[in-house]
């Protein structure tokens, strides 16, 4: 009870209708908190109020400015274009009272505000290949408006965020320490880690050549971060947390992990996780129609190499909390992140398994939409 009384002080620093009626928790995200604020005449905007994990964002005024720039962006491009709602189809911070889009609590607790997208919904797994279709047009879109946004920019909200080899450094560390004398317990997922770890440095052997630019990116599409209206069409891409420099294939990879998959990303009946061929080929199609035009080659051809890193990389990102004493994901069970570890392994192993089929039908979708396309 009191957290929630401090909850309603804290709206009150914002410049939103005060009169709130309820407030609930709201979402299945693992790092941050968030609170569905309900409006009490039910006519005015409802919120959402979110505290910012600051053991991991350590630099929130500069993480809302990476969200502004982007918001700023997008908002406009709709506006100068005619093409789609920008109230609507783009996140909308809510000010405070004082300025700055966050409030810092007495606790030194970092909060923000948006405007609840009534109508919506979002989905931890995807039911249908429109779903899919939708998700695709949704982060290409996203990613097509901000490719005339510099990268160079863009603060770096979590240093190497994407960067595989400064992963692997971070299990060996954990493993090192090993605080709670868990490594005896998983020698098994050490050894499919250790198993393809020269093979998933490619973009940062890549990255010495050039050939990749490095874009303003999402860096964080779960599937559950594209609000899809009644109808069922994408309306808004959220969680903007991580938006900052990147390759276009983490992006392309994140989501591919979370939509392809038949089971929830912590499934625990390994033999439940399935591949949905249907589901990539409806992501792709949808992904291609905006992002094929500005997409150089390298960079479609780099997509695949995303499929499978970004799988890997969660399962080396889930294994190093698991080992360090769960830190940093939020966990429902003692075993959780050993679980989420094991299902994104084995789904591993199945996109691998799958690998030139979908990288002919990436290149294929990528064809006919690209007038000069050479294959390299
Ligand atoms: P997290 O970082 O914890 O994943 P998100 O920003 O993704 O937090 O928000 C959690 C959930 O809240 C989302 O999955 C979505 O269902 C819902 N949500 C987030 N932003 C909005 C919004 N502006 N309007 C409606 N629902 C939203
Ligand atoms: C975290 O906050 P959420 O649930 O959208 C994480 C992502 C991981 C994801 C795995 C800042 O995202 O990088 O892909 O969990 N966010 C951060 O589900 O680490
Ligand atoms: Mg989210």
């Known amino acids: 009870m009191r957290r929630i009384k401090n909850l309603f002080e804290i709206t009150s620093k914002f410049r939103c209708h005060v009169d709130v009626s309820t407030i609930k928790p709201y979402g299945s995200g693992h790092i941050n908190d968030t ?14 109020l979110q505290k910012i994990n600051n053991d991991i964002f ?4 500069r993480l809302t400015e990476n969200m502004c720039r982007v918001i700023a962006h997008l908002k406009s491009k709709m506006d100068l274009s005619g093409e789609g709602d920008p109230q609507k189809e783009v996140m909308t911070l809510v000010a405070t009272k004082a300025g700055p889009y966050f409030y810092e609590d ?3 607790a970092y909060w923000r505000m948006c405007l609840f997208l009534k109508d919506t919904r979002s989905y931890d797994v995807v039911e249908t290949e429109k779903q899919a279709y939708e998700g695709g047009k ?4 996203f990613q097509a408006m901000l490719s005339d946004l510099s990268a160079d920019i863009m603060h770096e909200v979590i240093p190497d965020f994407h960067n595989i080899q400064k992963r692997l450094g971070q299990l060996s560390l954990a493993i090192q320490q090993d605080p709670l004398d868990r490594v005896q317990l998983v020698s098994q997922e050490l050894e499919t880690i250790k198993k ?11 990255a010495q050549q050039l050939t990749l630019p490095r874009r303003v ?12 209206d009644l109808n069922g069409n994408a309306q808004c891409v959220i969680d903007l947390d991580t938006v900052m420099a990147g390759y276009v294939a983490y992006d392309f990879g994140d989501a591919i992990r979370t939509i392809v998959n038949t089971a929830p990303e912590d499934e625990i009946e390994l033999s439940r996780i399935q591949l949905n061929l249907d589901l990539f080929n409806a992501y792709t199609k949808g992904y291609m129609e ?7 080659e390298w960079e479609l051809r780099s997509l695949i190499k995303g499929v499978l890193l970004m799988p890997y990389m969660q399962a080396v990102r889930f294994l190093t909390d698991y080992l360090n004493g769960d830190k940093y994901y939020k966990i429902s069970s003692a075993e959780h992140n050993l679980q989420r570890t094991r299902a994104q392994l084995q789904l591993l192993k199945l996109l691998e398994a799958q690998g030139t089929t979908m990288e002919e039908r990436i ?4 064809k006919k939409r690209k007038k000069q396309f050479v294959k390299l």
Request: charged share 20%; proline share 2%; hydrophobic share 40%.
């Open 35 to 48: 609170y569905r604020l309900k409006n009490l005449a039910g006519i005015e905007y409802d919120y959402l």
């Open 290 to 296: 905006s992002a094929a035009s500005f997409l150089n």
């Open 138 to 141: 949704a982060f290409g879109k």
């Open 58 to 61: 350590t630099d929130v005024p």
């Open 363 to 366: 290149l294929s979708e990528a």
């Open 106 to 108: 007495s606790n030194g």
């Open 196 to 206: 393809r770890s020269a093979t998933m440095s490619f973009f940062q052997e890549v």
């Open 217 to 228: 990116i999402h860096n964080d599409t779960k599937f559950n971060n594209v609000l899809l």
